[in-house]
């Protein structure tokens, strides 16, 4: 049976048209008009029973998720950022892998709760570098991998659901059983991890005496402007202008271009930086695609800096630390030197306020401390 559904939202009045009818999955639709939702309902009601939505439901029983993954990875997955398209293809693969093989119409949320929580309980089996081997050079006992955070598990979840609403949209299926699974929406796993000037004095000079002569440099400009690893690494030569003192930040996580200030002290750093790495590129007998910063032996694409990196930080005794937490500590850095949610948010990039409010409480209590100093000196000792 159908029915219309009145709802008042900030745009206005809106109908949402919902069609139910036995052994076939639930249709709806929201429309302006009171007029429209009746004749959409009507129609789709009639076309049902008429078995005009056996096409749809013949694909769903043709269709494999395998068919879906190949068509999105050609016509949909190469417009993204870059940065989308790496983490969406690890996604990606893992439902491949898991029900790759499956018609649509067999994919039921049953089926995608029960991998989710395998997924979970497995975690990811990452080890720290110096896990690896015990004293006398033997594999140690295998251990227990972490479980994955339910912040790992929503990016699975919404990556098949995007698939499973592609394939509605091309007639594939008529249903997105992601709808059925939880949509694991009460994440609290953020976290504020940023350096202590000791702690910053330790890193910076672990990596200035790092055998990799990029990851000094690369550090600075990511400490000094806020920006993510990737952000930092894919950096050419035509995105620096060390005359205006500016870099154009063009592999961001959100596909928009932005152009971030560089400071003067790292202005000289970069240009003497640069000079090595121009004279890199002058000896090769080929010409790479672009010229990074940043590049890797062969100067055909950025250098990967995690074993140089992650030997820094260990040198430097850092303990819960990531490369992103840099950008946290600039975040937090510009925070309590003042600085409003709007214009972090804007030195970091984002479209919206969400993402620097946890930013919030450390320019209140740092304000709160400024003017507590300041009147413990203006104000008399007894009032």
């Known amino acids: 049976m159908a029915t219309i559904e009145k709802r008042e939202r900030k745009t206005g009045t809106v109908y949402l048209a919902d069609v139910r009818i036995h052994g076939f999955p639930r249709q709806k639709k929201t429309f302006k008009r009171l007029t429209d939702a009746k004749l959409w309902a009507q129609q789709t ?27 999105y990875r050609d016509d ?14 690890t996604y990606i693969a893992f439902w491949e892998r898991e029900l790759g093989a499956y018609a649509l119409t067999y994919i039921e949320p049953e089926k995608i709760s029960e991998k989710l929580r395998e997924l979970g309980e497995a975690g990811d ?3 720290k570098a110096d896990e690896d081997a015990t004293e006398n050079g033997s594999k140690p006992p295998a251990r227990a991998p972490k479980p994955k955070s339910r912040k790992t598990l929503k990016h699975y979840r919404d990556t098949l659901a995007l698939l499973l609403k592609h394939a509605k949209q091309w007639g594939w299926t008529a249903a997105n059983p992601t709808d059925g699974v939880n949509k694991i929406t009460k994440i609290r796993n953020e976290r504020i991890r940023f350096l202590s000037d000791d702690e910053r004095a330790k890193l910076l000079a672990a990596c200035k005496a790092s055998d990799n002569e990029h990851l000094y440099p690369v550090v600075l400009v ?40 560089v400071v003067k002290s790292v202005q000289a750093l970069l240009k003497a930086h640069m000079q090595r790495i121009e004279a890199f590129y002058d000896k090769l007998d080929y010409a790479p695609p672009a010229r990074w910063v940043f590049p890797r032996r062969d100067g055909m694409a950025p250098i990967d800096i995690r074993t140089a990196w992650e030997n820094a930080r260990d040198a430097a005794g850092l303990v819960d630390f990531r490369f992103h937490d840099i950008r ?3 975040a937090s850095y510009l925070a309590m030197n ?12 984002h479209r919206t306020l969400q993402m620097v409010r946890r930013y919030a ?22 009032l």
């Open 328 to 330: 946290h500590s600039t």
């Open 361 to 382: 409480h450390l320019s209140e209590s740092h304000v709160k401390e400024l003017v507590q100093s300041v009147n413990d000196k203006v104000l008399p000792a007894e």
């Open 125 to 127: 089996g990452r080890r």
């Open 45 to 71: 009601e009639a076309s049902i029973r008429k078995g005009e939505f056996q096409n749809v439901v013949s694909a769903a029983r043709s269709k494999t998720l395998k068919d879906v993954i190949k068509r």
């Open 76 to 89: 949909v997955l190469p417009h993204k950022a870059a940065t989308t398209q790496r983490a969406e293809t």
């Open 222 to 261: 990511a400490l000094s402007t806020g920006a993510r690893k990737n952000e930092v690494l894919s950096l050419t030569f035509a995105d620096l202008d060390l005359t205006r003192g500016v870099a154009v930040l063009r592999n961001t996580k959100n596909g928009e271009t932005r152009t971030v200030p």
């Open 338 to 349: 003042g600085a409003s949610l709007v214009e972090i948010a804007e030195v970091l990039g």
